[in-house]
């Protein structure tokens, strides 16, 4: 595989201390998994992406999709950067293949 698949990262630190600001968090949150992101950890989530523009395309619609209040931050990695990912504390659980091994492409 060559080196063109990326991940985008999105880290946010929403306000939840009203009725419309958690309502606001929940609708950005599900918006991003409905978008296919998958959550890392709390208020970390990462996309795969085919290529550069895919990936740019990704960040425009969490660009669309952004709370009034807030941060919101995005990353884009390539995929041999996301690999080398150290998880220092804890065990890394999923029953979601997501390594670059097992991608098939039709």
């Known amino acids: 595989m060559n080196g063109r698949f990326m991940r985008v990262l999105v880290f946010f630190?929403?306000?939840?201390?009203?009725?419309?600001?958690?309502?606001?968090?929940?609708r950005f949150r599900r918006a991003l998994v409905k978008d296919g992101f998958l959550m890392m950890q709390e208020s970390v989530y990462c996309k795969l992406a085919l290529n550069p523009t895919a990936?740019?395309?990704?960040?425009?619609?969490?660009?669309?999709?952004?709370?009034?209040k807030g941060l919101v931050q995005m990353l884009l990695v390539t995929e041999?950067?996301?690999?080398?990912?150290?998880?220092?504390?804890?065990?890394?659980?999923?029953?979601?293949?997501?390594?670059?091994e097992r991608l098939v492409i039709l």
């Not at 990936?55 to 009034?68: F, Q």
């Open 55 to 68: 990936a740019r395309s990704i960040m425009d619609g969490v660009r669309s999709r952004r709370p009034h």
């Open 80 to 100: 041999k950067q996301f690999s080398r990912m150290e998880f220092v504390l804890g065990e890394y659980h999923t029953e979601i293949i997501d390594d670059e």
């Open 13 to 26: 630190d929403l306000p939840v201390e009203t009725k419309a600001e958690r309502r606001e968090y929940a």
